[in-house]
């Protein structure tokens, strides 16, 4: 996790395997030029997008998030290389 600070507030980066359930975020970056990073961009993981955390499976399993009005489950592994601004 990562705090940047301007004059105005404090903006916390991190990747979405990190988030909370509940919590909301922008995206800034996808990490990674492959094939994986790609069809995350094609699922609208994209910079700029608003991502809700829903939950993450037991036992590490996949992560459950809201996109675009849908939701969408990626493996913990991928939800590490998406990453994010915590909004609010």
Do not use: W, Y
């Not at 004059?7 to 995206?27: H, M």
């Not at 492959?34 to 996949?62: C, N, Q, W, Y």
């Amino acid at each position: 996790m990562r705090l940047v600070l301007n004059s105005e507030k404090v903006a916390v980066t991190t990747t979405l395997d990190q988030l909370k359930p509940g919590q909301k975020a922008e995206i800034l970056q996808i990490h990674g030029v492959d094939g994986i990073a790609s069809r995350l961009r094609e699922m609208g993981f994209v910079r700029g997008e608003l991502v809700k955390f829903l939950r993450t499976a037991p036992f590490g399993g996949p992560v459950k998030c809201a996109i675009h009005g849908s939701r969408i489950a990626v493996r913990g592994g991928e939800a590490q290389r998406i990453m994010v601004q915590l909004l609010g």
